[in-house]
């Protein structure tokens, strides 16, 4: 389109393809999944699981070991309220 139009082509094909990937990769899959829900989960639950078993190690590594506590958590159990 920018062979085509020139600079005009820029400022076209931008929101042409906004439209085209909002309809085709976001609101059509989700459309479907909704109208056949099974067929969705068996053609795509193998898939996630390669997937998801691929990137776990990965996401172990990079992970921290231990979850993050914020610095105003109180780490004392009684009835008075933290932090005063």
């Known amino acids: 389109m920018i062979f085509w ?7 076209l094909s931008v929101p042409l393809m906004l439209v085209t990937v909002l309809i085709f ?22 898939p996630l699981a390669a997937v998801a078993a691929v990137v776990h190690p990965i996401a172990k590594f990079i992970a921290p070991a231990r979850p993050h506590r914020s610095p105003n958590r109180c780490r004392r159990r009684s009835s008075k309220p933290c932090c005063e």
């Open 5 to 11: 139009l020139g600079n005009m082509g820029v400022y």
């Open 25 to 46: 990769c976001d609101i059509t899959p989700k459309t479907f999944a909704l109208g056949f829900p099974g067929f969705v989960a068996e053609v795509t639950a193998r």
